[in-house]
T-cell receptor, first 112, second 113 residues
Framework: QKEVEQNSGPLSVPEGAIASLNCTYSDRGSQSFFWYRQYSGKSPELIMSIYSNGDKEDGRFTAQLNKASQYVSLLIRDSQPSDSATYLCAVAISGSARQLTFGSGTQLTVLP | NAGVTQTPKFQVLKTGQSMTLQCAQDMNHNSMYWYRQDPGMGLRLIYYSASEGTTDKGEVPNGYNVSRLNKREFSLRLESAAPSQTSVYFC????????????FGAGSRLTVL
Protein backbone atom coordinates (compact mmCIF):
# COMPACT_ATOMS: atom_id res chain seq x y z
CA GLN A 1 0.00 0.00 0.00
CA LYS A 2 1.33 3.39 -0.96
CA GLU A 3 1.78 5.79 1.93
CA VAL A 4 -0.06 8.62 0.19
CA GLU A 5 -2.71 7.82 -2.40
CA GLN A 6 -4.57 10.04 -4.80
CA ASN A 7 -6.98 9.31 -7.60
CA SER A 8 -4.85 10.01 -10.66
CA GLY A 9 -7.84 11.21 -12.67
CA PRO A 10 -8.08 12.90 -15.01
CA LEU A 11 -10.84 14.86 -13.33
CA SER A 12 -12.86 17.21 -15.51
CA VAL A 13 -15.25 19.84 -14.21
CA PRO A 14 -17.06 22.68 -15.98
CA GLU A 15 -16.05 26.24 -15.35
CA GLY A 16 -17.71 27.61 -12.23
CA ALA A 17 -18.20 24.19 -10.62
CA ILE A 18 -16.61 22.85 -7.45
CA ALA A 19 -13.65 20.55 -7.97
CA SER A 20 -13.04 18.02 -5.21
CA LEU A 21 -9.64 16.37 -4.88
CA ASN A 22 -9.01 13.62 -2.38
CA CYS A 23 -5.99 12.10 -0.72
CA THR A 24 -5.63 9.26 1.78
CA TYR A 25 -2.58 8.39 3.83
CA SER A 26 -1.55 5.31 5.72
CA ASP A 27 0.32 6.65 8.75
CA ARG A 28 -1.95 7.64 11.63
CA GLY A 29 0.83 9.65 13.22
CA SER A 30 1.14 12.10 10.34
CA GLN A 31 0.87 15.71 11.46
CA SER A 32 1.43 18.01 8.50
CA PHE A 33 -0.42 18.02 5.20
CA PHE A 34 0.09 20.07 2.06
CA TRP A 35 -1.47 20.61 -1.33
CA TYR A 36 0.78 21.63 -4.23
CA ARG A 37 -0.29 22.66 -7.72
CA GLN A 38 1.86 21.80 -10.71
CA TYR A 39 1.22 23.19 -14.15
CA SER A 40 2.45 21.10 -17.06
CA GLY A 41 6.20 21.47 -17.48
CA LYS A 42 6.53 23.60 -14.34
CA SER A 43 7.58 23.01 -10.76
CA PRO A 44 5.16 22.39 -7.87
CA GLU A 45 3.95 25.40 -5.91
CA LEU A 46 2.26 25.38 -2.52
CA ILE A 47 -1.47 26.10 -2.38
CA MET A 48 -2.45 25.09 1.14
CA SER A 49 -1.07 23.61 4.31
CA ILE A 50 -3.23 22.13 7.06
CA TYR A 51 -2.27 20.70 10.42
CA SER A 52 -5.50 20.37 12.44
CA ASN A 53 -8.74 18.52 11.86
CA GLY A 54 -11.41 20.53 10.09
CA ASP A 55 -11.50 23.03 7.28
CA LYS A 56 -9.06 25.72 6.28
CA GLU A 57 -10.12 28.27 3.69
CA ASP A 58 -8.00 30.50 1.50
CA GLY A 59 -9.90 32.33 -1.19
CA ARG A 60 -11.48 29.79 -3.53
CA PHE A 61 -9.54 26.93 -1.96
CA THR A 62 -10.59 24.89 1.08
CA ALA A 63 -8.49 22.14 2.59
CA GLN A 64 -10.24 19.58 4.75
CA LEU A 65 -8.48 17.23 7.14
CA ASN A 66 -9.91 14.20 8.94
CA LYS A 67 -7.19 12.43 10.88
CA ALA A 68 -9.52 9.72 12.20
CA SER A 69 -10.38 8.67 8.65
CA GLN A 70 -6.89 9.50 7.38
CA TYR A 71 -7.87 11.65 4.49
CA VAL A 72 -7.26 15.18 3.36
CA SER A 73 -9.13 16.88 0.57
CA LEU A 74 -8.95 20.06 -1.46
CA LEU A 75 -12.03 21.85 -2.72
CA ILE A 76 -11.77 24.46 -5.44
CA ARG A 77 -14.85 26.66 -5.69
CA ASP A 78 -15.82 28.55 -8.83
CA SER A 79 -13.26 26.56 -10.84
CA GLN A 80 -11.50 28.43 -13.60
CA PRO A 81 -9.67 27.13 -16.69
CA SER A 82 -6.51 28.50 -15.08
CA ASP A 83 -6.97 25.92 -12.29
CA SER A 84 -6.25 23.15 -14.82
CA ALA A 85 -3.15 21.48 -13.43
CA THR A 86 -1.97 18.46 -11.49
CA TYR A 87 -2.59 18.68 -7.76
CA LEU A 88 -0.15 16.91 -5.47
CA CYS A 89 -0.95 15.88 -1.93
CA ALA A 90 2.04 15.77 0.42
CA VAL A 91 2.21 14.37 3.94
CA ALA A 92 4.89 14.55 6.59
CA ILE A 93 4.99 10.90 7.63
CA SER A 94 5.70 10.43 11.35
CA GLY A 95 9.18 9.16 11.98
CA SER A 96 10.33 10.97 8.86
CA ALA A 97 9.86 14.44 10.20
CA ARG A 98 12.28 15.90 7.71
CA GLN A 99 10.67 14.37 4.68
CA LEU A 100 7.49 14.92 2.77
CA THR A 101 5.89 11.97 0.99
CA PHE A 102 3.98 12.93 -2.14
CA GLY A 103 1.03 11.27 -3.78
CA SER A 104 1.18 10.66 -7.52
CA GLY A 105 -1.12 13.63 -8.19
CA THR A 106 -4.57 14.23 -9.64
CA GLN A 107 -4.82 15.87 -13.04
CA LEU A 108 -7.64 18.43 -13.10
CA THR A 109 -9.11 19.95 -16.24
CA VAL A 110 -11.59 22.82 -16.00
CA LEU A 111 -13.66 23.03 -19.15
CA PRO A 112 -14.67 26.51 -20.38
CA ASN B 1 14.92 37.38 -5.66
CA ALA B 2 15.79 34.18 -7.56
CA GLY B 3 14.53 31.61 -4.99
CA VAL B 4 15.87 28.18 -5.97
CA THR B 5 18.05 27.98 -9.06
CA GLN B 6 18.91 24.70 -10.78
CA THR B 7 21.34 24.04 -13.58
CA PRO B 8 21.31 22.67 -16.19
CA LYS B 9 17.68 22.74 -17.31
CA PHE B 10 18.19 19.99 -19.88
CA GLN B 11 20.86 17.34 -20.26
CA VAL B 12 21.32 14.27 -22.43
CA LEU B 13 23.82 11.66 -21.28
CA LYS B 14 25.00 8.34 -22.56
CA THR B 15 24.88 5.32 -20.27
CA GLY B 16 27.89 5.34 -17.98
CA GLN B 17 28.60 9.05 -18.18
CA SER B 18 28.67 11.17 -15.06
CA MET B 19 27.23 14.57 -14.33
CA THR B 20 26.37 16.93 -11.51
CA LEU B 21 23.15 18.86 -11.07
CA GLN B 22 23.67 22.14 -9.27
CA CYS B 23 21.20 23.83 -6.96
CA ALA B 24 21.44 27.11 -5.10
CA GLN B 25 18.93 28.99 -2.95
CA ASP B 26 19.07 32.58 -1.79
CA MET B 27 16.38 32.44 0.91
CA ASN B 28 18.70 31.49 3.78
CA HIS B 29 16.85 28.19 4.15
CA ASN B 30 18.31 25.47 6.34
CA SER B 31 17.03 22.40 4.52
CA MET B 32 17.51 21.37 0.92
CA TYR B 33 16.16 18.42 -1.03
CA TRP B 34 16.52 16.56 -4.30
CA TYR B 35 13.45 14.89 -5.78
CA ARG B 36 12.87 13.02 -8.99
CA GLN B 37 9.55 12.97 -10.80
CA ASP B 38 8.50 10.21 -13.16
CA PRO B 39 5.14 9.84 -14.92
CA GLY B 40 2.56 8.30 -12.61
CA MET B 41 5.04 8.13 -9.72
CA GLY B 42 4.76 11.54 -8.17
CA LEU B 43 7.77 13.12 -6.51
CA ARG B 44 10.22 10.78 -4.81
CA LEU B 45 12.88 12.01 -2.45
CA ILE B 46 16.45 11.10 -3.39
CA TYR B 47 18.50 12.87 -0.71
CA TYR B 48 18.02 15.73 1.67
CA SER B 49 20.13 17.96 3.86
CA ALA B 50 18.57 19.27 7.06
CA SER B 51 21.42 21.67 7.65
CA GLU B 52 24.83 22.62 6.33
CA GLY B 53 27.19 19.70 6.74
CA THR B 54 24.55 16.98 6.97
CA THR B 55 22.97 14.78 4.32
CA ASP B 56 20.56 11.86 4.54
CA LYS B 57 19.12 9.32 2.17
CA GLY B 58 15.57 9.56 0.99
CA GLU B 59 13.36 6.99 -0.68
CA VAL B 60 15.45 6.37 -3.84
CA PRO B 61 19.15 7.17 -3.16
CA ASN B 62 20.81 4.38 -5.16
CA GLY B 63 22.99 5.64 -7.99
CA TYR B 64 23.24 9.18 -6.61
CA ASN B 65 25.54 11.16 -4.36
CA VAL B 66 25.04 14.61 -2.90
CA SER B 67 27.13 17.39 -1.46
CA ARG B 68 25.93 20.23 0.73
CA LEU B 69 28.68 22.63 -0.24
CA ASN B 70 27.50 25.44 2.02
CA LYS B 71 24.17 26.74 3.27
CA ARG B 72 23.19 27.95 -0.22
CA GLU B 73 24.27 25.07 -2.44
CA PHE B 74 23.29 21.41 -2.68
CA SER B 75 24.50 19.35 -5.62
CA LEU B 76 23.39 15.96 -6.94
CA ARG B 77 25.87 13.72 -8.75
CA LEU B 78 25.26 10.75 -11.00
CA GLU B 79 28.52 8.82 -11.14
CA SER B 80 27.53 6.33 -13.85
CA ALA B 81 24.23 7.27 -15.44
CA ALA B 82 21.69 4.58 -16.32
CA PRO B 83 18.57 4.80 -18.49
CA SER B 84 16.49 4.27 -15.33
CA GLN B 85 17.72 7.67 -14.16
CA THR B 86 15.94 9.41 -17.02
CA SER B 87 13.64 11.75 -15.14
CA VAL B 88 12.87 15.31 -14.16
CA TYR B 89 14.85 16.37 -11.13
CA PHE B 90 13.69 19.04 -8.72
CA CYS B 91 15.70 20.75 -6.07
CA UNK B 92 13.77 22.28 -3.18
CA UNK B 93 14.47 24.12 0.03
CA UNK B 94 12.61 24.82 3.26
CA UNK B 95 13.14 27.21 6.11
CA UNK B 96 13.29 24.83 9.08
CA UNK B 97 14.95 21.48 9.53
CA UNK B 98 11.68 19.59 9.61
CA UNK B 99 9.17 18.70 6.92
CA UNK B 100 7.96 22.07 5.97
CA UNK B 101 6.77 24.24 3.14
CA UNK B 102 8.97 23.53 0.14
CA UNK B 103 10.09 26.00 -2.48
CA PHE B 104 11.03 24.22 -5.69
CA GLY B 105 13.45 25.05 -8.44
CA ALA B 106 12.35 24.99 -12.07
CA GLY B 107 13.52 21.44 -12.63
CA SER B 108 16.19 19.68 -14.68
CA ARG B 109 15.15 17.25 -17.39
CA LEU B 110 17.70 14.46 -17.75
CA THR B 111 17.68 11.87 -20.49
CA VAL B 112 20.06 8.91 -20.36
CA LEU B 113 20.45 7.03 -23.63
Amino acid sequence: QKEVEQNSGPLSVPEGAIASLNCTYSDRGSQSFFWYRQYSGKSPELIMSIYSNGDKEDGRFTAQLNKASQYVSLLIRDSQPSDSATYLCAVAISGSARQLTFGSGTQLTVLP
Amino acid sequence: NAGVTQTPKFQVLKTGQSMTLQCAQDMNHNSMYWYRQDPGMGLRLIYYSASEGTTDKGEVPNGYNVSRLNKREFSLRLESAAPSQTSVYFCASSEGSGANVLTFGAGSRLTVL
